[in-house]
């Protein structure tokens, strides 16, 4: 697991926050970190580096090719994608991008050779349970086009303020006098308290007369707030609009409304400008191919934008020695008064013309940047809207509605021929085309934006197409008319579910809650699949498992060929069976908008790259910290004013953390979080482990003190039960497995150090998260009821969590699967050193049968315990052999017990279907690498069949 080191003492803390609290409250360490920051200074004055802006400044001759970033700064199991150089200049670089730990005069590897444009070997990634046979070939933008390239070098704006600060003599946190005034002025205007408690606050005796802040009222303190470096200026465009109320002489009445906007080329700026983005930033497209063969490149990668095709082909139209800038607008309507009428307003995005817009980059060099709208992240409604149709069509093509339900293509909607029609239409020439392509009359805000094709920039709403829309509006209610047996069946299957930490419990059932949200549709789809094993007809399954399948393919956040076929192979599933549902009279039709725009998916993922990173589940969050908490700190008057007040007041204070960040070493800027109310209205908020030994919705996570941490698990450094008696734990197999031989054998009486849980790291793995995910485990004895002082203590059951365990690893020839066993832990312990020295935790588990091919339909793999010697086949293991928790599904059959509860389901059932998609990193393992291992044999089988049958002919 990740752990935080102090850069001045070497003092280690689990946490970030651990971290900063230390440099806070060490006055040696607060000091060095103070001299650090005078030290980095002096040294950029002694590095003589110069604001000449010279045209096709080479970055060689200004020092700062060490630091070009052109993609992400790779982790430990990241590849790295090189960039070929080009005759002019250094614009692309063939430096591996840089870090801030990675030396300047490290090595580098040896450049490709000049103007070649054969795709360049990286090296493969490291995925999880199977090494990935595939190599990355990376193809570079033809060199002659110069993109990206360097056209001088400026100071960014953090640059300045550090040299402001210096020159005045004022410290970093400057107007602030110190960091812990600088912390409570954060603090005090990110809390959410209002301005009159800020105001009773800074006037308590005990804030006067002991941390004495310069600001001694809320007046004093937002003066302070607004000499912050801001962000673009605010402007205000105040216009009438006609509202569905009539007036005394029944004419609609008209208000006065503002709408406050800003400049979005200053807000391109800003972006492209601030240092903390360096190495982040792509500068120029790429393509990456996973394979090799017969000297043609194939399995094409895609994954940010400046991989997919869009940014190839636009990036041909424009002149050499230009850096596309793509555009990403997201809309989420928030309704505060009623309006009717047509009039839209949009906020102004200024054309650059054709020689483009030098903007000071992260890396702190000049780009000729040319913002080009790529993607509009919005809602079905806005879709519509922006696309000037009507809301019964697809907002990117021309299907007709009886054709939504068909697996069929249609013709694209057209940005030229559809502005024509419109035109045509206000001209009253009533063209033909207005009618049958759906159009509305609206003058479209994207009209002369350059090289904008409007319709393709929709993306993929993972949020209201797939989780509350096909899945939760439509499935969920199809698939429980066709559950066979009695009313209640669906609920009884939920309310018996086993329990997991990351899985929510459904304890009242599904059918009375009427309001969903998009977290509690996520949980649902972990298990809808084995809610329906056994009651319902085998097609309903088949349907309700492909759409499943393609949430979670949709979710990927690197695609290739091959996973982007698999999720054209779960659309085309789930139109085979669909009708089933006709069938059982519960539906008449499929003439459904959401549903029909899956088939836009792949050529989205495609060109404009993997759907997550348009996800609107963004801009749900937005709502919460830009739109309510803004709203609820105003005093409702002229509300829109200052709302914008408070969110350039914020901006301010989360930019000047960032700077901090940036110029003073080993400064913790403290993201702001959301407050628990917050969280609570959040539609789309997900549980949050405040560490790994306490997982969310986990109600015996108490605090086990210090961890113990290893590349492999995470356990409390003091066991929470020390020395307790487990007599009926055999250790002389594991101990001769071992070559222990304990001088004083372990007997009934013999009592070990007992763990309530381990948290292990799951893989980063590309496609499924660039960051490390938790898992807890839990093996927790179950308490009698007792009684106490404070009343009665009810009974509480035992959590004896499963496990995916490695007996065999699989190798390069063999299934995925292979080797795994499931198994369920009963005790987690180590070895006492009188018995002899193991360095790890163990485990004492019982087994289930091995796994064997999956269940038709479902596609689960089933279990049930297995036994040996007509008794419970158990054994101890390391827990480094565990590798990872599991979740197993309840064979209920055509109809559940009534007896089953969740928290005793694993002691009552008897057979179970292993979960393959509990987490993202279960459905990678046990549907794509499956699926891909099945395929990829299939083909190899076909190819010597192929040869056999060559050589019979011959």
Known sequence: MESFTCPYCNVIRPTMQGL??????????????????????????????????????????????????????PTAEEEVINFSDDEDGPEMSADPPRTDDSPVGSPLPAEPEAGSSRPRKRPPPTVEEVEDEDERYVDDFPADMKTGKIWGQRETYFETLRNEHKSAGNPPWYPFESEEEWELARWLMTSGLSQKKTDEYLKLKTVRNRIKPSFANNRAFLQFIDELPAGPQWYCHAFELEGDELDAEQQPKKETVEMWYRDPLECVKELLGNPSFAGKQGYKPIRVFRRLKDGVYSNQEFSEMWTAEWWWNIQKLLPPGSTLAPIIISTDKTQLTRFSGDKQAWPPLRAVGNNGVEMVCADGFVRKMFPILA???????????????????????????????????????DPGETLRVIVDQSQNKFPVQFVDQNLQPINPFWADFPHCDIFSCFTPDLLHELHNGVFGDHIVKWST????????????????????????????????TSQWTGNERKNMEKVFVGILAHATDPAVQRAVAAITDFIYYAHFEIHCDESLARLEAAWAAFHENKSIF??????????INKLHKLKHYVDSIRSRGTADGFNTE??????????????????????TRQMTVWLKRQEAVYKFGTYLQWAVPGYLADPSSASADDEADDPEGEPIATSPSQPPNDPDSDDEGELVASPSYRIAKNPPFPRVPVTTLVLEDFL??????????????????????????LPQIDEVSSHVVADTIRAVKGEAMQLTAKGVKPEKEGQFDTVLVHKNPPGNDLCPTEGLSVA????????????????????????????????????MHEVSLSSRNHR?????????????????????????????????????????????YLRHHDFYLFRYLVDLYDSRRAEEQRRVRRKQFGRAGG
């Open 481 to 512: 008319k066709a559950i066979t047996g009695e009313d209640g069946e669906v609920d009884q299957r939920f309310r018996a579910m086993t329990p997991h930490p990351s899985l929510r419990h459904f304890a009242k059932g599904i059918s009375l």
């Open 824 to 859: 369920r832990i009963r005790v987690i312990f180590r070895l006492p050193e009188n018995y002899g020295s193991y360095p790890h935790p163990l485990a004492y588990v019982d087994w289930y049968k091995p796994l064997k091919n999956p269940v038709p339909n479902i596609r």
């Open 872 to 916: 419970q086949n158990s054994s101890i293991i390391p827990l480094t052999q565990v590798l990872r928790s599991c979740h197993l599904i309840p064979a209920f059959g055509k109809s559940v017990d009534p007896t089953w509860t969740s928290d005793r389901v694993l002691d009552q059932c008897k057979s179970f279907y292993l979960n393959p």
């Open 736 to 761: 001769k497995s071992q070559s222990i031989d304990p001088p004083i054998p372990p007997d009934e009486n013999s009592t070990f150090p007992v763990y309530k849980r381990v948290s292990i790291p």
């Open 20 to 73: 900063r609290s230390h440099l806070e409250q060490n006055r040696l360490c607060r000091e060095s970190k103070y001299n650090a920051y005078v030290a980095a200074e002096s040294d950029d004055d002694d590095s003589g580096d110069s604001d000449d802006g010279r045209e096709g400044t080479d970055a060689g001759d200004v020092g700062r090719d060490a630091d070009i970033a052109i993609i992400p700064a």
């Open 618 to 639: 963004n801009t749900e969050r937005l709502h919460i910290d830009f739109a309510k908490a803004g709203y609820r700190a105003t005093n409702k008057v002229r509300y």
């Open 375 to 413: 993607a509009y992240i919005a809602d079905y409604p806005e879709q519509c809207l922006v696309a000037c149709c009507r809301e019964n069509s697809c907002p990117r093509c021309l299907v007709k509605p009886k054709d939504r339900g068909l697996p069929v293509n249609s013709t694209l909607r």
């Open 582 to 591: 006709v069938e059982l009279e519960i539906r008449k039709h499929f003439d």
